[in-house]
């Protein structure tokens, strides 16, 4: 019951707040007060000028960061398994969760420094081996890169966790019983380490599916600049500009934004389960 309750008052109530999707929708005058406009922001949205961009950006982005990013964890947890001493195994994941807890900030704020083309360090090195100074971060190629690229470093350790213990309930007798059958060390991980990951990969897969439509804003909001723009201008990021930094804000047609890419999440979440059931014994519902 409390988690009934819970979703009802957080999840199921809030709805009554997307009617203003087909608003106009203004503070003064409330939700009920405010004029109804039926598709008007469906319609402006699709014709928008940026449309095209938007949906080419934030779906490329969020898919490249999923087939990139999605095995990374899987393999840290399967060599982690195969350390023989723990205290080392121990070591190493205290090392690799410690970025997780950094800050997007400070995270962004660290790449904008190594990668400075004056005093960065990475460009200190290229110029060391006779190349020029790369502006990383006003590259509009660079973006999509860096973007992933920090996600694997600060997130692909944490993410084993679950993998990690999917591992550690395997049957001790089961690895004793490949090794007496002659199994080698790449048939165990093969045979008994990745099929009972496997079932847990599939569902994570399917739930992260449902998100290739969002991005982490802070994140792009911060990296963003003026001359990597078209390739880091987002829906998300849209949506900040226009519902809450427009000039003068626009709720509705924000909302209707967020609407359409929620109901876009869902049909991918839905799609994905509906193969992963077909193909396999797994899946979410």
Known sequence: ??????????????????QIVFKDYKFVRGITGSEWVGLKHFKDFFSAYYFGRLIKNTFLLNFLNLIITFPIPIVMAILL?????????KFTQTVIYVPHFISTTVM??????????ENGIVNYFIEKLG???????????????????????QHAGWNTILFIAALAGVD??????????????????????????????????????GRLMFSNV??????????????????????????????????????AIGLFTNVIN???????????????DTSLF
């Open 108 to 117: 962004v704020g660290i790449l904008y420094l190594f990668l400075s083309p």
């Open 172 to 209: 001790p007798e089961i690895y004793e019983a490949a090794t007496i059958d002659g199994a080698t060390k790449r048939q165990k991980i093969l045979h008994i380490d990745i099929a009972h990951i496997m079932p847990i990969a599939i569902m994570l897969l399917i739930l992260n599916s």
């Open 131 to 153: 190349g020029k100074a790369i502006y990383f971060m006003i590259l509009p190629q660079w973006f999509r890169p860096l973007y992933i690229g920090t996600e694997i470093w």
């Open 266 to 280: 869902f049909i991918m979440i839905l799609s994905v389960n509906w193969v992963s059931k077909r193909l396999s």
């Open 1 to 18: 019951m409390p988690a009934v309750i819970y979703f009802f008052v957080y999840t199921y109530m809030p709805m009554y707040g997307l």
């Open 218 to 255: 802070d994140k792009t909001l911060i990296m963003q600049t003026s001359g990597n723009i078209p390739t880091s201008d987002i829906l998300g990021l849209y949506v900040y500009k226009v519902g809450l930094a427009g000039s003068p804000p626009q709720p509705s047609y924000a909302a």
């Open 81 to 89: 398994n195969q350390f023989e001493f723990p205290r080392y195994k």
